[in-house]
């Protein structure tokens, strides 16, 4: 009788060898392990409990027994598009660090502000929603698939910006930036809304396939009160007072009064032309084209408006 003790770290396994058995060797394990994964060809897992130690038959030819003294990682498995849910991010708010960590994946933030804007989300408006996969223990909370944000839009009561659409990385082209569009569109048109508008610039084609054409810019608005009067609102994407054309003075000088001594003062020096005259507006319609666009964001890179009627 052979036996061999193995210790891979702070798991320890016991192989006991007894070759004299009438039905051929016979293995003895003694282990700490919890998983035993034997014949390379056909792999399967068996339980151990060091309360109780199996025994197993091998025959001669049997020649390799792998051990994995390490819990085997296990695949992460994409939750199923039936059961993921859209929920405001206010009323869920131990998801805030998991929504703040999925957004600033896309666009890097400090973390502090990306938690007081999700924080500012509420159900008069501007409103964050997550779409959210299934508790995957019932222990554990859900994992945060994906993200957006809604916002009115300035003089259409009937219309939403939709700004910060992500899902997560490892999820991405599997459905699910659809289901969570599809989702919007159902959460707005079941609060009274007609319309959804957004930009993009290099998801053009994603957004077609969903039925959303190419549209004017909307003014979105970053906070909204039933106290506000829309009227006053008006006032914020414009400025105070109309720019007026610009008027040069009259610079006909009367001729100075001779003084008792000496000639007559010379007239002052014309006033240098208006620097502000703006640009000549451009003719024609504006271009309205998947590959071409007038529209650019504030660090200039080009966008599409788009739209959709709901």
């Known amino acids: 009788m052979q036996e061999l003790t193995v210790s891979p770290g702070p798991a320890k396994l016991t192989l006991t060898l007894d070759?004299?058995?009438?039905?051929?060797?016979?293995?003895t394990l003694k282990s700490s392990l919890t998983k035993l994964t034997l014949d390379p060809t056909c792999?399967?897992?068996?339980?151990?409990?060091?309360?109780?130690?199996?025994?197993m038959t091998f025959s001669p030819s049997?020649?390799?027994?792998?051990?994995?003294?390490?819990?085997?990682?296990?695949?992460?498995?994409?939750?199923?598009l039936a059961e993921l849910t859209l929920e405001p991010v206010h009323r869920r708010p131990e998801l805030l660090d998991a929504c703040a960590d999925l957004i600033n994946d896309e666009w890097p933030r400090s973390r502090a502000s990306r938690l007081h804007s999700l924080g500012q989300s509420s159900d008069a408006f501007p409103l964050c929603l997550m779409l959210l996969s299934p508790n995957p223990t019932p222990e554990?909370?859900?994992?945060?698939v994906g993200h957006a944000r809604l916002s009115r839009v300035l003089n259409q009561p009937q219309s939403l910006l939709v700004e910060t659409v992500v899902v997560a990385r490892a999820l991405r082209g599997r459905g699910f930036g659809r289901r969570l569009m599809e989702g919007l569109e159902v959460f707005a048109r079941a609060r009274g809304f007609r319309k959804l508008h957004l930009t993009t610039h290099d998801q053009l084609h994603f957004y077609t396939h969903l039925g959303y054409q190419l549209g004017e810019p909307v003014q979105?608005?970053?906070?909204?009160?039933?106290?506000?009067?829309?009227?006053?609102?008006?006032?914020?994407p414009m400025a105070l007072s109309p720019r007026l054309p610009w008027k040069a003075p009259n610079l006909t000088v009367q001729a100075a009064p001779r003084g008792p001594k000496g000639p007559p003062l010379p007239p002052p020096p014309p006033l240098?032309?208006?620097?502000?005259?703006?640009?000549?507006?451009?003719?024609?319609?504006?271009?309205?084209?998947?590959?071409?666009t007038q529209?650019?964001?504030?660090?200039?890179?080009?966008?599409?408006?788009?739209?959709?009627?709901?």
Not at 140 to 144: E, G, K, L, S, Y
Request: net charge negative.
């Open 19 to 27: 070759p004299n058995t009438p039905d051929g060797p016979e293995l």
């Open 43 to 55: 792999q399967r897992e068996l339980p151990l409990d060091s309360t109780c130690h199996p025994k």
């Open 272 to 292: 240098p032309e208006c620097l502000t005259t703006s640009p000549p507006a451009p003719s024609g319609p504006p271009p309205k084209s998947l590959l071409e």
């Open 220 to 236: 979105g608005l970053v906070f909204t009160s039933r106290q506000l009067p829309a009227t006053l609102l008006n006032f914020f």
């Open 140 to 144: 554990a909370a859900p994992i945060v």
């Open 295 to 310: 529209y650019q964001n504030m660090r200039g890179c080009p966008i599409f408006w788009m739209e959709k009627d709901i």
């Open 62 to 80: 049997a020649a390799e027994l792998t051990l994995d003294p390490e819990h085997q990682p296990e695949k992460t498995l994409a939750p199923s």
